[in-house]
């Protein structure tokens, strides 16, 4: 694959549509940080899987151009989507870059600035819903199944065959090795089911010798896949009213619970939650340790790896990389919440050099 112009099409043999009418933004081949001071500090080695650089700044180009795709071979006109917000903005970019009418359904009140901005600008008929992203997705599931659009949700498999190659990624960025562990935030649990698929299949091929344990985390109160986890269980009980100030993973009904659940138990791997607070404070930590930015839903990855260092569940010395899954801008009133306001000063030299001295 190394001769290949880098972008995600360079696995295109792995990628089942018709290499002919691809739509892309050349998405895919994202940073692969190094993280040395945090992984120092955590005692373990670290790689950050920067997701935040795709077009459209998340993970979900990667399976939206693999979606829009499969949407111009079967010739429909509109596709669609319900979404906590990243989901939007790509299916919006990609329906534009392809030629389709895009309608998208998003939850009220719940969705970052930046992503609503990204929707509303690339041309997609918005439709605010009053209701959760889970009662969204019902909605336009239904009206995806009398035909009125192709539905570009995780539900639709093209989607996770675009996102599996994170995982592909991951084991070239490595040398073609397998990490230990690959930590992620988990919403409607597309992602941790596509990567997992992603890795099954180098393996198989004998790319690689071994697997890593996939862990998924999800905020305090949006948490059914590690409640089922932690009961053992191959079922969920969806959260009613799901809570986070990470929107993006306000989800208490998650679609794929059952390929990711078993992504987590044949990987011998583990679930856990973390609160609010953690979220925020492992987005600071990850900001400024490493200058890497992220939106609060991708720092769940670094406030899950932090919590399973410190109680042991993760050992000294394993080989991690955490998948940071949007990038900071997405959501700039919480990043402006967290920070300090700027200190106001005159137009004056005088005046700069007395606060610099002080
Ligand atoms: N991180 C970010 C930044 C997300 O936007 C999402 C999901 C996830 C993690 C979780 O990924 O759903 O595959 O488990 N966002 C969806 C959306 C739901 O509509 O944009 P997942």
């Known amino acids: 694959f190394s001769s290949r112009k880098n972008t995600m099409w360079k696995y295109k043999e792995f990628i089942p549509v018709d290499e002919n009418k691809i739509v892309t933004l050349q998405e895919g081949a994202t940073p692969f940080c190094k993280c040395d001071k945090l992984g120092k500090e955590l005692g373990i080695n670290l790689h950050v899987k920067v997701e935040g650089s795709n077009p459209t700044g998340s993970f979900k180009d990667r399976g939206m151009s693999v979606g829009m795709t499969k949407a111009i071979m079967l010739g429909v006109d509109a596709v669609g989507c319900a979404s ?127 697997k890593p344990m996939m862990t998924g985390i999800q905020a305090e109160g949006s948490a059914p896949i590690t409640h089922a986890f932690r009961k053992k269980s191959k079922s969920i009980t969806p959260v009613e009213n799901p809570e986070t100030i990470a929107t993006a993973i306000r989800i208490g009904d998650p679609v794929s619970y059952t390929k990711a659940l078993n992504a987590i138990y044949d990987s011998n791997g583990y679930s856990e939650t973390v609160s609010d607070d953690e979220i925020l404070n492992a987005q600071k930590l990850l900001a400024r340790t490493e200058g890497i930015g992220v939106e609060p839903a991708s720092a769940a990855s670094i406030a899950g790896l932090k919590k399973l260092v410190e109680d042991g569940t993760i050992e000294k010395g394993e080989n991690i990389v955490c998948v940071v899954t949007g990038h900071l801008l997405k959501d700039p009133d919480t990043a402006i919440k967290a920070s300090k306001e700027p200190t106001k000063i005159g137009a004056s030299y005088d005046e700069l050099k007395a606060y610099i001295q002080k």
Do not use: C
Request: aromatic share 10%; hydrophobic share 45%; no cysteine.
């Open 84 to 210: 906590t917000g990243n989901t939007s903005a790509s299916l919006a970019a990609y329906a534009a870059r392809g030629g389709l009418k895009s309608i998208v359904l998003l939850p009220a009140g719940n969705v970052a600035l930046g992503k609503l901005a990204q929707a509303m600008f690339h041309g997609a008929e918005v439709l605010s819903v009053d209701g959760n992203f889970d009662e969204a997705l019902e909605m336009i599931t239904k009206l995806a199944r009398e035909k009125y659009l192709y539905l570009l949700n995780s539900i639709n498999p093209f989607r996770l065959e675009g996102q599996k190659t994170i995982g592909f990624e991951i084991l070239e960025d490595l040398g073609w090795q397998s990490p230990d562990r690959i930590i992620l935030p988990v919403g409607n649990a597309g992602n941790i089911s596509a990567i997992w698929k992603g890795i099954k299949e180098f393996y198989n091929a004998g790319y690689v010798e071994n």
